[in-house]
Each structure stands twice: as C-alpha cells, then as structure tokens.
DNA sequence: AACCCCTATGAAATCGGTTTCACGAAAGCG
DNA sequence: CGCTTTCGTGAAACCGATTTCATAGGGGTT
C-alpha cells in the first residue's frame, strides 16, 4: 500500500545543468532579481517550464527562514457556531493570500492560555505571520506583536492598543439603523443589544445611543434590553420590553436572530410587524432575507472583510506601516421597517 | 520596523552538546525510536524541556519528506456560500488532525482544472493528504489518488469510485422524513428537491421514492418537482405543486431553506402549515428552529462529520486500508409536521 | 594606459532536522 | 570458546533551496 511516487520532483540542480547556468542564477531568476542578463533568465525560465518545476516549500522556508504560511487562529470555543461568517471570511482571507504565494494555516483551537499549544506554535516561527478571529483576550496578540510577529486581527480590540484590525462600521450601522426607525415614524425605539463586552456589541449600542443624542435627546435606559445575539434571548428580552409597556414601536436589534426572536415575541403578544412596531436587524443573514415579515437589516460586506485582512497581511509582511480598516456597512429595507 | 527577534530557537546541537549524546540519538529520542537507552532518553528529554525546544518544522519536513500538512480543498466557485456546514467541518477536521500533530492548510480556489494552480499545488507533494468538499469533477481527485496521495472526501462521490468518503446517510433521512409524513395522515406526499446532479440531492430524492414503494406504491411523476437548494427554488416550485392540484397534503423539501420557501408559497396559496399540508425540511438548520412555524428537519452531525473526516485521514496516513463512512442522521419533529 | 569600481555570476556554506551506514559491544549459538 | 547476530550509537551524508562571498570582466576616470 505503498506510494507509487510519480517522476520525482524536478530540482535547482537539474535546471542549472539544462540551462547551463548555476544553482544560484536559477534561485535569482526565480526569485525576481534584476540582476541576471536576461537572456539567461529567459533560459532558465524556459527550462522550468519543460520540466514543469515546483517549489519545494519546506526546502524554500529552511534556507530563507520564511515560510510562507499565514495562519488563521480561531478560537476553538465560541467562534464556529456563534459566527456566521466565519467561513466568507476566512476564504476571502485565503483566496487574498494565495494569489500572493501564500499559504493558509487553519488552526481552530483554544486560544486563551499565552502558554497553550497554540501559543508555542506560533512563536515557534513557524508562520509569517497569523490574523486573528473573534479576540477575546488580547495578551497572546500582544506578546506575538511585541516579538515583531505580523499580526492582524479581525473585529476592533478592546484596548488602546496599537494593533492593526479590520472591522464592519458597527457603530455607523447601528445608527443608521435607529435614525432609519425614527424616520419612520417610530417615537420609542429600543434596543436590544448583543453581548456588549466585546466590542462589536459594544459599538451597535453606542450608534443606538448617538441617534438618540443626534436627535437632542437621551436613551431611556429602560429602552436597552440586554441580549446575547440568540433567538431565544431576543425572544425574551422582547418580552420584558412589551412588559415595561413604555409604548415601543421601534427596535433596533444587533442581529438578525435576535431580530427574528423579537418579531415571535411582538406576534405573541398580538402586535404586529411593522405595523405596531418596527424591526431592524444587523447582519443582513439569509433569515433576514427568508423571515416573514423579511427584516430590514444592516449588511456587513463579509468578502471584503476576509480580503481586506488578507490584504493589510501582505501589506505588512511588505514591511508597510498600515492603519485599521473599517468597512462601510448599508442598510437593507425590507418589510419589517 | 524590524522584528526583534526573540532568543533564537534551540537546535539538535545545542541540545545533543548538554545532553552528551548525538544529534542522531536527540532525534530518535524526539520521534520515538524505542530502541534508545533509557538514561539517554532521560536526558535528552530533560534537555528538550529546558531549552523549551520546538521542532522546526520546515528542516523535519525536508529532511523527511513529510510535510505534516493536510490540505483540505474548498472549491471556490460554489460551496463557500451555499454550504453552510463548511465551517463546522472544517474546525472539527482542524481540530482532529491538530491533537494528531498535523497541521491544515486551507485551500480555497476553483479546482475544476486538472492543471491549474491547485492541482500543481497538491501534486507538488506540498501535502501528505488532501481533504475535499463538495466534488463536482472527480478528475483531480483520481488523479491524486492514483499517485498515492491518500485522500478523503465529504459528500458521496458520483461513480463507482473507490475514494473513501464520509456522508450523513441522505437516503434514511429522506425516507424517514417520508415516513414521517405518511405516518402523520398525509396522503400525497410531494417533494422538492436540491440539485440533483449533485449525490446527495439524489440520494434525498430516492428516499423519498423509497418511503412510496415501502408502502407498495410507486410515487407519481408530478409529486416530484425540482429545486435548487434556495429560498425561491422552494417558493417557486411549491406554487407549481400547488397549481397542479394533486391534493398534495404534505411536503418533503431536500432542505431547510426550500422547506421555508414552501411554506411562505403555501401560506400565500391561503392554506396553513401543519393543518393543510406538512412539511419536512433537511439540515436542521437554525432557520428551521426560528421560522415560525418551526420546521421538522432531518439533523445531521456537522461536528461528527468533520471529525470522520480528520480520523480517517489519519487511519490512512497510518497505512490503514479504510472504508467509506456513513453517518446516521436524525428526524427533529417541530410544528411544521 | 593605469587604476578603481561596479556588475553579473558561480562555488560553496548554510538552514535544522532525518537517515543511512559503520562500528564496537553485548548477546546468542553450536 | 570462537563465531555470528543483534543492539545502541555517533559520524556524516542528505533533503532542496537561499545567500554569502569571491572573482572575472566591463566601464569609467584621469
């Protein structure tokens, strides 16, 4: 059961003999550099075609100490199930990066020990460089930064800190999304929040808050309803909400299946939607789409937001001093608002 | 802007100099070989843990040939977005190969070609395994594995093919939702179904043949219509079914999404779901648990699926002579049935 | 014309493990 | 008791590219 290995992988050697040129020309044409008369780059390049010549990686990454290999780190724990657009990202992220000779890494596990595997493994210098989803602590990230390792993470850190990241416009969505619900019409609008410790939560709760203040006024506090991104938390924070009876008629929630859960628990108490009160959601997901009533919702460019960390990656490696990025995020109208 | 590299990493010599042994025994004693001396063994691995050593991958994979790395392979055009399970396989493929020590790259890139990039990639013997999803043209993979790359896929391939596989078992889900159906009174039985070029559209769909000739009929050609996985599909085609006027009073959707489509076209046709017509829907999906009415759906183990995945690999790389694996599935009742 | 500098190039060292091979010692055999 | 095996071990070759370093020519300068 053994393999029977097809012709065995062409080498320098043998394309420098063809060519009539050395080992170290045919690594300088290869490699790009100006320096080498062109009639020899065209041989070599001509004998490389013929023998129809591969990279070998690892021989590659021992001798230049780069290895080309960017990891995607994904915190084994919350991520998979709770983020939807794990999968677009990271496929953005690797399509980005293969167009630039670049190999992906998938390491899906817990992250949170600075002294875990994962740790070891990427300090042991066996990537380039590692983009970073769903953060929750930050003392990892920090001390591969620190140790001059690229890094780039998906969704704003919590700190000060100086790390370089890519993000949707939260807080610009959130907004845009409470002034569409008060263009309506809607004279109590409430909201129900996502778990507000990481930051995401955290900026759609702040855009809430700034339509209130645009409009010269102060959020109720009762109008905030504490969820976290479930159905089944959007269903019940509804409820206390309709139980407050402060006469709701918008919300704003900060995603759509808490948006769904919101609409089940509006219906339930014989209110309709968006007569009686309307809804918004964040994420513009397939529900929002397919829900009925479909749900107005903010949409997040996901592709762009797996190539654009794939692109601040490049950037990096290119030894580019690069900003954060924060993509512009749109409002989708639909029935529910 | 340069890193300021760390200590830099230890090597054999460093540890076989401390050690008083060879930097032969230092690697037979850190790959295992049973045949060293016990003291030696010891030492060295009291050294290893000093120095805090950590293999560099890139010298043990060309020094051995290995390169620790499988592939799993993502075609690009299709599956990202219209497989929703994609994620979930991966992590669990990621994390199983990981308590392995093996490392996954991610590839995501148009695999049509048996030329292009990806195909270089893989047979430039980068990996020591590849992992498919969602196969449309067998080619490459043949290809691959009559190299002796050992190779799996998820999702049942089309020909004879002697791949080994993993895939939730499509037929008993399909006729066990049928079942279901009947057992609930319903009479006429339709179905929508996904792509059926596709395996597992047609597995669904002889299922629900089946679930007919287990009751010794045989299903009538117009019970049959023909979707494509989307919301729409599902809507269109139940407004068809409905137009035929079959008396159809139940309703297997080969997924969630069509499942939720029918349901909006049959609620539009001024019927209600469960009372006038049932349906079944296939994933399991959050959807089917949000949607009002919730959906009855066949569960699959996403989780346990990417894990098969990962193991089998594993067995093969071991020398193993594997088998094909098919992994029960389970009926969710809700209301919609 | 003598001298210096720059450029293109190849020989050889190097990266850090793995594996082959040879050898001495210990063990098994007749 | 002498001879063949087996066992544990280290020296050294090797994996396939990259990179340093030395060198031979070509060009320019005065």
């Known amino acids: 059961m053994v393999a029977p290995q097809a012709k065995p992988r062409a080498t320098y050697s043998e394309i420098a003999k063809a ?4 080992e170290a020309t045919v690594s300088r044409v290869l490699n790009g550099d100006p320096r080498v008369n062109p009639d020899r780059v065209a041989a070599v ?5 013929e023998l129809g010549y591969k ?3 690892a021989a590659a990454a021992l001798a230049s100490g780069r290895s080309n ?3 995607i780190v994904i915190d084994d724990d919350l991520s998979v199930f709770s983020d939807p657009f794990w999968a ?6 690797s399509r980005v990066l293969m167009q630039n000779e670049l190999q992906t890494l998938l390491l899906v596990a817990s992250v949170d020990s600075v002294d875990g595997p994962v740790a070891h493994y990427l300090q042991g210098g066996e990537v380039d460089g590692a983009i970073f989803f769903q953060l929750h602590k930050e003392t990892l990230v920090k001390r591969l930064a620190k140790q001059g390792m690229p890094v780039v993470i998906s969704g704003t850190p919590h700190g000060s800190s100086d790390f370089v990241y890519v993000d949707s416009d939260n807080f610009g969505g959130a907004l845009q999304a409470t002034k569409h619900l008060m263009a309506q019409g809607c004279k109590r609008v409430a909201t129900i929040t996502g778990d507000t ?3 995401a939560g955290n900026q759609r709760l702040e855009g809430f808050l700034q339509a209130y203040r645009e409009r010269g006024t102060v959020a109720n506090k009762n109008l905030i309803a504490h ?3 479930s159905f089944e938390s959007g269903k019940e924070q509804m409820r206390i909400l309709l139980e407050r009876d402060l006469g709701v008629d918008g919300i704003f929630a900060a995603n759509d299946l808490m948006a769904i859960g919101a609409i089940a628990a509006i219906e339930e108490s014989g209110l309709s939607v968006p007569n ?3 809804v918004v959601g964040f994420d513009d997901s397939i529900m929002a789409q397919t829900s009925r009533p479909s749900i107005t919702s903010v949409r997040q460019d996901i592709v762009r937001l797996g190539e654009t960390l794939g692109e601040l990656m490049i950037r990096k490696l290119a030894g580019e001093e690069i900003e954060p990025v924060i993509l512009p995020t749109e409002l989708v109208i639909r029935e529910s608002a």
């Open 227 to 229: 969820g976290d991104y």
């Open 45 to 49: 390049q001509k004998v490389v075609e």
């Open 197 to 199: 410790v990481a930051t």
């Open 55 to 57: 990279r070998h990686r």
């Open 88 to 93: 677009t990202i990271s496929s953005g992220v």
């Open 19 to 22: 060519a009539g040129v050395s």
């Open 276 to 278: 009686d009160i309307k």
């Open 69 to 71: 290999l960017i990891a």
